[in-house]
C-alpha cells in the first residue's frame, strides 16, 4: 500500500465536493491522515515539506500584508472610482453589468498579478469585485472564477514572482524577458477566450434582462456613492506608500536573489509588520489568514506525501520513455491537479530538462501544462484558498464546488489551446 497517499487525496477531494463542511476543516483533517498513517515523525515528509510551504506562506503573507497597507491607503477606492467611472461612459452604460464587469475585472486580474504576483491581484480585486456585482445585482460568481485563472496566467506571463517558472529557470536558465516573450502570446489568447467564456456563463444567467434607463440610475448612484464614501476612506496615503515600495522591493528582491526568497520576504515582512500602528501589529502576523493558511499548509503536507508515492515516480519515467506529442503538457496537467503547480514543477522540470536535451519548446509546454492544471480545482492555484476565504468574509463565498464546475471545463479548453499553438510554434 505504498501508494496510499493517492487514496486520501482521492477522499479529501470526494469530500470537498460532497461535504458541507469548509475548505479548512475537510483539508486539515486529510493532512491529519497524511501524518498519522505517515507517523508524525516522519522526517523524510516534513523535511521535505516545510521548507517549500515556508516558502510560499511568506510570499503570500508579504504579499498580503502589503496589499492590506495599499488598501488601507485608499488604492481600493480609487480602483473602484475607475472602474464605476468607466461603467457610466457613454460607450459602455448601454453594455449589461453581466458582459461589463468580467470585461473590465478579468483583465484587469491578469495585469495585475504580472506586477503584483497573483495573490496580490487576487486581494485587491475580489471584494471590489462583489461590491460591484452587488451594487448593479448581477452575481459575481463567473467573475470571480475567471479572475482566479486569469491571476495564473499573469503569474505563468513572467518569471519572477511565479513558483513553477522560478523552478523551471534553474534548469534552462532563461531570462523574465525569454520566457514573456515566450509565453505572454500563449496567455493572450487564452484569456481572450476566459474572457468571452466569462462574458457568456455571466449572461446566462442574467440574459432575460434588458439594460434601461434603471440600470443607468444604478450605475450613476453607484459612481456617486463610492466617490463621496472615499472622500473619508483615502485620507492616509501614507499607507498606500508603504505598501506599494515594499511590495516593490519584494518582487526586485526576489528577481535579483531568487535563490533566497524566503529570506528576503521574512526581511520585508518584518519591515512591514515595523510599519504597522501599533494597535494592529497583531493581526499583522496573521495577515494571510488562518484558514488560507491551514488550507495551503495541509495541501502542501498531502501532495507532498503523493509526490513520494511510487506511481508517481512510475509515471515520471514513463515519460521519460515515450516522445509522444502533446505529452509534456498532458502529464504536468494531470499531476499539477494532484500535487500542485509548485510539485509537478520539482517533479517533472528535471526530467523534461533531461530527456528534451534541454530544448525551450519543452520548458513552455511544461509551463502550458502546469498553467492549465493550476486553473482547474480551488485547491490547485496558490491563490485559490485566498480567494476562498476573502470572498467568504465579504458574505458571498465561492466554494470548491461552486469553482469546480467552471474551473475544470476551462482548464480543459486551455489546455486545448496550449496543445494546438505548441503544435504549431515548434
Request: glycine residues 6%; aromatic residues 8%.
Amino acid at each position: 500500500m505504498a501508494n496510499w497517499p493517492i487514496l486520501v487525496l482521492i477522499l479529501l477531494i470526494v469530500a470537498l465536493f460532497t461535504s458541507s463542511a469548509g475548505m479548512p476543516t475537510i483539508c486539515g483533517i486529510g493532512a491529519l491522515a497524511i501524518l498519522v498513517f505517515s507517523g508524525v515523525h516522519d522526517s523524510d515528509l516534513l523535511a521535505h515539506v516545510a521548507p517549500i510551504a515556508a516558502n510560499v506562506l511568506v510570499i503570500m503573507g508579504v504579499t498580503q500584508l502589503a496589499i492590506q497597507h495599499m488598501l488601507r491607503g485608499g488604492i481600493g477606492e480609487r480602483v473602484s472610482i475607475c472602474i464605476a467611472t468607466l461603467a457610466t461612459h457613454r460607450l459602455a452604460y448601454r453594455i449589461p453589468a453581466s458582459i461589463l464587469l468580467p470585461g473590465i475585472f478579468i483583465p484587469a486580474t491578469m495585469i495585475l498579478a504580472m506586477f503584483m504576483h497573483n495573490i496580490g491581484a487576487i486581494a485587491i480585486l475580489t471584494c471590489l469585485c462583489i461590491d460591484l456585482s452587488r451594487r448593479y445585482h448581477t452575481t459575481p460568481t463567473p467573475t470571480l472564477c475567471a479572475m482566479l485563472i486569469a491571476s495564473n496566467l499573469g503569474g505563468a506571463s513572467w518569471a519572477t514572482g511565479d513558483t513553477p517558472a522560478v523552478i523551471q529557470r534553474q534548469y534552462w536558465g532563461f531570462t523574465p524577458a525569454q520566457f514573456a516573450v515566450a509565453m505572454l502570446p500563449r496567455n493572450l489568447i487564452v484569456l481572450l477566450v476566459l474572457t468571452l467564456f466569462a462574458c457568456f456563463v455571466a449572461w446566462l444567467s442574467d440574459k432575460c434582462r434588458k439594460t434601461d434607463w434603471s440600470d443607468t440610475l444604478k450605475r450613476l448612484k453607484a459612481r456617486d456613492d463610492i466617490r463621496r464614501q472615499s472622500r473619508y476612506q483615502m485620507a492616509n496615503s501614507k499607507d498606500a506608500w508603504i505598501g506599494t515600495l515594499a511590495l516593490s522591493a519584494f518582487i526586485f528582491l526576489q528577481f535579483v536573489f531568487p535563490k533566497l526568497s524566503l529570506a528576503t520576504g521574512s526581511l520585508v515582512f518584518v519591515a512591514l509588520v515595523l510599519l504597522t500602528p501599533s494597535d494592529k501589529r497583531t493581526k499583522a502576523f496573521f495577515a494571510l489568514g488562518l484558514d488560507a493558511t491551514l488550507v495551503i499548509t495541509s495541501l502542501f503536507i498531502v501532495a507532498g506525501a503523493v509526490e513520494q508515492t511510487p506511481f508517481v515516480a512510475d509515471l515520471a519515467e514513463w515519460l521519460g520513455q515515450h516522445r509522444i506529442p502533446g505529452l509534456i503538457e498532458i502529464a504536468a496537467y494531470v499531476l499539477t491537479i494532484a500535487i500542485s503547480a509548485d510539485g509537478a514543477a520539482a517533479t517533472l522540470a528535471p526530467l523534461v530538462h533531461s530527456f528534451s536535451g534541454g530544448t525551450m519548446i519543452s520548458a513552455w509546454q511544461l509551463a502550458s501544462g502546469i498553467c492549465s492544471g493550476s486553473s482547474s480545482l480551488l485547491t490547485s492555484a496558490s491563490a485559490g484558498p485566498v480567494l476562498n476565504s476573502i470572498s467568504k468574509q465579504a458574505n458571498c463565498e465561492l466554494t470548491y464546488r461552486k469553482y469546480a464546475g467552471f474551473g475544470l471545463a476551462f482548464s480543459f479548453v486551455m489546455l486545448v489551446i496550449y496543445l494546438a499553438i505548441n503544435f504549431i510554434v515548434r
